[in-house]
């Protein structure tokens, strides 16, 4: 049983914030679901880097799905409320962060070890 890197228990941690989000910042609506569902997807993914160590496009999921919880307040319009601007930035610079490096991570173990990736087959 593979246990994963430290780095997809934190992209774990992170959407799992992102998901949770709404208790704190009490934020309904498109901008909130739209929150609840980059972080269900983060979960998601993280889920995936696990499971196949090797596979990239998972990483990519990550960062990218960072990328838009970071934009959100201003494609949503909701940076004027501080709270869930302020927990969109951080935790969505967070994924981008653990996005990447978990790319640089799954890319070595690519390396190392082919069977880890989604496509090899046998």
């Known amino acids: 049983m593979r246990r994963g890197r430290w780095d997809n228990w934190g992209t774990i941690a992170v959407g799992l914030a992102l998901v949770l989000s709404w208790l704190w ?3 309904l609506g498109l901008g909130g679901g739209l929150i609840l569902l980059f972080g269900l997807g983060v979960v998601m993914a993280s889920v995936v880097s696990i499971t196949k160590p090797g596979a990239l496009t998972s990483e990519a999921a990550i960062a990218g799905l960072g990328v838009l919880a970071f934009l959100l307040p201003w494609i949503m319009g909701f ?3 501080p709270v869930a601007a302020w927990s969109a930035w951080i935790l969505g610079a967070a994924a981008i ?3 990447i490096f978990g790319f640089t991570q799954a890319r070595e173990n690519r390396r190392r070890d082919p069977e880890l990736a989604w496509g090899h087959t046998g």
Request: aromatic letters at 12%; charged letters at 10%; a negative charge.
């Open 97 to 99: 962060a653990l996005g």
């Open 25 to 27: 910042h009490d934020m």
């Open 79 to 81: 940076t004027y409320v």
